[in-house]
Antibody, heavy 123, light 106 residues
């Protein structure tokens, strides 16, 4: 069974940084695009970032461009999200998800999700 | 592409037939997925390609539609189906989700 396990969440002050990790197992990690999706408390789902299987292309939602960086280590089956200049509105549960190709390049749906890690941005 | 869902919530009883509608602001052909999220847990993919049920998803779930209008139907609601359901388009970048439909007991 595919497993995705996130870690690294916590409480951080506005303007601070945090790095999330996602460990993947039971599938060929290096052959899949991977994504981060977030959910603010009591709110809906928002796609955050996608990363190509070899790490050569990244896509971001406009609200995090220039502040967040998605990366991966295929040798260790790990996905990362480096979050800088954090804002109160970044408070959310962050899910790591395996991406499956949609119609246009860069568009995906998500067939497996981790359990999520909570990021709280507050002073 | 903006996604809308209706209703935003629905009160049901065991055995009810439940229909949730999802609408896209432009033609997304059949590039629509449905997810189920139970309280405190991660979303789970139920349906991809508007109507293809994932392995292990009970047959009481079905999806239909193409273009801009889609439906998720639960033919006979079971207690374990109480959840919030989200649609998501994967036709074009950026991927977008509907706001969700909460299915709860009367």
């Amino acid at each position: 069974e595919v497993q995705l396990v996130e870690s690294g969440g916590g409480l951080v002050q506005p303007g601070g940084s945090l790095r999330l990790s996602c460990g993947a197992s039971e599938f060929a990690f290096s052959t899949y695009w991977m994504s981060w999706v977030r959910q603010a408390p009591g709110k809906g789902l928002e796609w955050v970032a996608n990363l190509k299987l070899d790490g050569s292309e990244e896509f971001y939602v406009d609200s995090v461009k220039g502040r967040f960086t998605i990366s991966r280590d295929n040798a260790k089956n790990l996905l990362y999200l480096q979050m800088n200049s954090l804002r109160v509105e970044d408070t959310a549960v962050y899910y790591c998800a395996r991406a499956r190709r949609g119609h246009n390049y860069g568009s995906y749906y998500f067939d497996y999700w981790g359990q999520g890690t909570l990021v709280t941005v507050s002073s | 592409i903006l996604m809308t869902q209706s209703p935003s919530s629905v009160s049901v009883s065991v055995g009810d037939r439940v229909t949730i509608t999802c609408r896209a602001t432009q033609d997304i052909r059949n590039w629509l997925a449905w997810y189920q999220q139970k309280p405190g847990t991660a979303p789970k993919l139920l349906i991809a390609g508007a109507s293809s049920l994932l392995n292990g998803v009970p047959s009481r779930f079905s999806g239909s539609g193409s273009g801009t209008d889609f439906t998720l139907t639960i033919s006979s609601l079971q207690p374990e189906d109480i959840a919030t359901y989200y649609c998501q388009q994967s036709y074009s970048f950026p991927m977008t989700f509907g706001p969700g439909t909460k299915v709860e007991f009367k």
